[in-house]
């Protein structure tokens, strides 16, 4: 069984193909949306999703959150007493995923379609290939997100021809692409973006600027009151949804402790201050949708629809920016939340040939140019570290090129190839992939003459080949996504680190996220509800204690209804 999972920075999602289309699969809570959070409480229990999010507001230090941006890097991130890499909190993410996929569908996932931005790079790639691996699936495709929403869209209007561009402003990254659309085939035709700009960034200028207007400084208080920052970004957060609306929001500022209280100074924020604090990080998307247009050639006048995905694009300066760049309202027929893991769904389906998508074809591009070192002669000097493009940015692929190249010495007899992507005209501005070396070149003058062949394909592998002119030597390299960069001895270590992790099955996570639930809200009530509240965790506990079912859900239910009627959060 194969599911389509979007690994999203803020929520995360698994949808499956069924007869009837894709289908999005809930969690252990009833909800679509996962928070990609991850968090151990004081108990060493492993929490991730809805409870970590909880944990996070009252014990930051025990909860990771937007930690897909540091995928592909060798950061690592402490939660509690742990430290982890960001595949590692990745691969729990996507391993609450598998559970609940598994729970829903009634059978066991091996397989899984899993979506990137459009922008990562090869090593991000690979780091969420491994944490695929780490959660027990068999990653059979990495698919960038704004064509798996393409795919959504193109699913349910096959016979339409249009060229589209898909503005995707998710929790933590931005993808901009360009498709057309004919025949039933789906042609990405360019996509550019911007890792480290979402809707994580907005809500956290508004936060930044509330503490400004209090002369605090945004990393200076976060790391001398660290919960007083965490619940201003919760607060902030709601506001921020409001503010979508509403032309005014309030913004509750807690103490030091983190704690929000009726007595709480309230700060008041126009959507007039947001728009204000925030045009700058609107300004941002623009030189990726110059850069996409540019790269398709494409005018505005050319593109016919736009498609908004992600959930920060519900803010309404995004389909006001976009009204105003391209003369019509963007389109948002699909929940932008779902859209993606829905396209991912269908790609799992094309990758099975399963007989509901077998009508649909489609194409991606080679989102990075990719190339090898080589050197100048720069005023009668041999300079070596530039780069020289073989395959460029937002190529159609599968795809192979070639070109000639030339040894620099005389009675040189190796060359070193060294391959690398990215947009700078110098190798230091680029990302190293891989070397190695063509032995044989036939001992000569300088200008023996080498050819190069890249050849890349659908499922993100890289050929290398060289060739020396006249001697019949040749070398090559496969860079691949799928390529390990852990050992099977490191692989099998980390699934081990992951393992001694105390983690309650896939279904206690109800009852986790009711007690983090509980123990937020506790810290905000006082007098007789926090009396009563107290009261009814410890029945609730007693019964997780006595594991009696009845019990558990009879404590749990009244325990449930009791934090609706008190939590000041819940409109």
């Given at each position: 069984m194969i599911v389509g999972i979007d690994l999203g920075t803020t929520n995360s999602l698994v949808a499956w193909l069924t007869p009837n289309g894709p289908e999005l699969i809930p969690n252990s809570l009833g909800e679509y949306l996962t928070p990609s959070a991850v968090g151990i409480d004081r108990d060493g229990q492993l929490l991730v999703g809805r409870a970590a999010k909880e944990l996070q507001v009252v014990a930051p230090e025990r909860c990771a959150t937007v930690f897909k941006r540091l995928m592909g890097t060798d950061r690592k991130v402490s939660v509690a007493d742990k430290t982890f890499r960001a595949e590692e909190l990745s691969s729990l993410v996507l391993k609450s995923l598998k559970a609940d996929a598994e729970k829903h569908i009634g059978q066991e996932v091996t397989e899984a379609v899993i979506t990137v931005p459009a922008y990562?790079?090869?090593?991000?790639?690979?780091?969420?290939?491994?944490?695929?691996?780490?959660?027990?699936?068999?990653?059979?495709?990495?698919?960038?997100?704004?064509?798996?929403?393409?795919?959504?869209?193109?699913?349910?209007?096959?016979?339409?021809?249009?060229?589209?561009?898909?503005?995707?402003?998710?929790?933590?990254?931005?993808?901009?692409?360009?498709?057309?659309?004919?025949?039933?085939?789906?042609?990405?035709?360019?996509?550019a973006g911007e890792i480290f700009l979402g809707g994580e960034d907005f809500t956290r200028t508004l936060a930044s600027q509330i503490l400004a207007a209090k002369g605090m400084n945004f990393e200076h208080t976060e790391t001398r009151h660290p919960q007083l920052v965490s619940r201003l970004?919760?607060?902030?957060?709601?506001?921020?949804?409001?503010?979508?609306?509403?032309?005014?929001?309030?913004?509750?500022?807690?103490?030091?402790?983190?704690?929000?209280?009726?007595?709480?100074?309230?700060?008041?924020?126009?959507?007039?201050?947001?728009?204000?604090?925030?045009?700058?990080?609107?300004?941002?998307?623009?030189?990726?949708?110059?850069?996409?247009?540019?790269?398709?050639?494409?005018?505005?006048?050319?593109?016919?629809?736009?498609?908004?995905?992600?959930?920060?694009?519900?803010?309404?300066?995004?389909?006001?920016?976009?009204?105003?760049?391209?003369?019509?309202?963007?389109?948002?027929?699909?929940?932008?939340?779902?859209?993606?893991?829905?396209?991912?769904?269908?790609?799992?389906?094309?990758?099975h040939l399963d007989s509901a998508v077998t009508e649909m074809v489609v194409t991606d591009i080679c989102p990075f140019t990719l190339g090898v070192e080589v050197s100048k002669d720069i005023a009668g000097t041999n300079r070596g570290g530039y780069f020289s493009p073989l395959i460029s940015r937002n190529t159609t692929i599968p795809v192979s090129r070639m070109e000639t190249f030339c040894t620099t010495t005389a009675n040189q007899s190796t060359v070193k190839i060294r391959v690398f992507q990215g947009e700078g005209r110098r190798i230091d501005d680029n990302l190293?992939?891989?070397?190695?070396?063509?032995?044989?070149?036939?001992?000569?003058?300088?200008?023996?003459?080498?050819?190069?062949?890249?050849?890349?394909?659908?499922?993100?592998?890289?050929?290398?080949?060289?060739?020396?002119?006249?001697?019949?030597?040749?070398?090559?390299?496969?860079?691949?996504?799928?390529?390990?960069?852990?050992?099977?001895?490191?692989?099998?270590?980390?699934?081990?680190?992951?393992?001694?992790l105390k983690v309650d099955p896939a279904e206690d996570q109800v009852n986790r996220h009711v007690l983090k639930w509980a123990d937020r809200v506790y810290r905000e009530l006082s007098g007789d509800a926090r009396r009563m509240l107290e009261m009814l965790i410890t029945g609730f506990e007693e019964a997780l204690a006595l594991q009696d079912p009845s019990a558990i859900e009879n404590h749990r239910t009244t325990l449930e209804q009791f934090l609706e009627s008190v939590d000041p959060s819940i409109e």
């Open positions: 990562f790079s090869d090593l991000q790639r690979k780091a969420t290939i491994h944490a695929g691996q780490l959660a027990g699936f068999n990653v059979r495709r990495i698919i960038n997100e704004p064509t798996a929403a393409a795919i959504a869209y193109g699913l349910h209007e096959l016979q339409k021809e249009r060229v589209a561009l898909v503005f995707d402003l998710g929790g933590g990254t931005f993808d901009v692409s360009i498709l057309d659309q004919f025949e039933s085939t789906l042609e990405i035709k360019a996509s970004i919760h607060e902030c957060e709601k506001a921020k949804r409001r503010l979508t609306t509403g032309e005014d929001a309030s913004v509750k500022f807690p103490d030091t402790d983190g704690l929000v209280s009726e007595s709480s100074e309230s700060v008041t924020v126009s959507r007039t201050d947001f728009l204000r604090w925030t045009e700058s990080l609107l300004a941002k998307t623009r030189l990726p949708l110059q850069r996409a247009m540019s790269d398709a050639g494409l005018t505005r006048a050319q593109i016919e629809d736009v498609i908004l995905v992600g959930g920060a694009t519900r803010m309404p300066q995004i389909a006001a920016m976009l009204k105003e760049i391209f003369g019509r309202e963007p389109l948002c027929q699909l929940d932008p939340d779902h859209v993606v893991a829905l396209g991912a769904a269908i790609q799992g389906g094309l990758v190293f992939l891989a070397e190695f070396e063509l032995k044989g070149i036939p001992r000569g003058p300088a200008g023996q003459v080498i050819t190069i062949r890249f050849t890349y394909d659908l499922n993100g592998v890289l050929e290398v080949e060289a060739a020396a002119d006249g001697s019949g030597s040749k070398a090559s390299c496969v860079i691949t996504h799928h390529a390990q960069n852990l050992s099977p001895e490191e692989l099998k270590r980390a699934i081990e680190k992951l393992q001694e």
